[in-house]
């Protein structure tokens, strides 16, 4: 069982910036990616960043070159810094991580946090 730990987000203007957070805890396992998705109402659910264990990152289209995900030295907390912050970045935040878990048997499994509300507006 992994538990995610979100913080962050806010309100915050046009232009501005933000920092979300997530720890995933546990134990027996170990995250073979972790990231960020958003969902604004009446959308899809899209992926806005995410990392994998080897280092490789993806960006939505969108946020690429504001956007900066990273992982911590234990690689279990995965910060997403948001700049230039613009409304439509405005959605509902979810903290997201693909783990395999270790014990009889082995799991790969993908868990989400709760979300947290990012809204951008003057």
């Known amino acids: 069982q992994v538990q995610l730990v979100e913080s962050g987000g806010g309100l915050v203007q046009p232009g501005g910036s933000l920092r979300l957070s997530c720890a995933a805890s546990?134990?027996?396992?170990?995250?073979?990616?972790m990231g960020w998705y958003r969902q604004a109402p009446g959308k899809q659910r899209e992926l806005v960043a995410a990392?994998?264990?080897?280092?490789?990152?993806n960006y939505a289209d969108s946020v690429k070159g504001r956007f900066t995900i990273s992982r911590d030295n234990a690689e279990n907390t995965v910060v997403l810094q948001m700049n230039s912050l613009k409304p439509e970045d405005t959605a509902v935040y979810y903290c997201?991580?693909?783990?395999?878990?270790?014990?009889?048997?082995?799991?790969?499994?993908?868990?989400w946090g709760q979300g947290t509300q990012v809204t951008v507006s003057s």
């Open positions: 546990g134990s027996s396992f170990s995250i073979n990616a």
């Open positions: 990392v994998t264990s080897g280092g490789i990152r």
């Open positions: 997201n991580t693909e783990v395999d878990e270790y014990g009889r048997l082995r799991y790969r499994i993908i868990y």
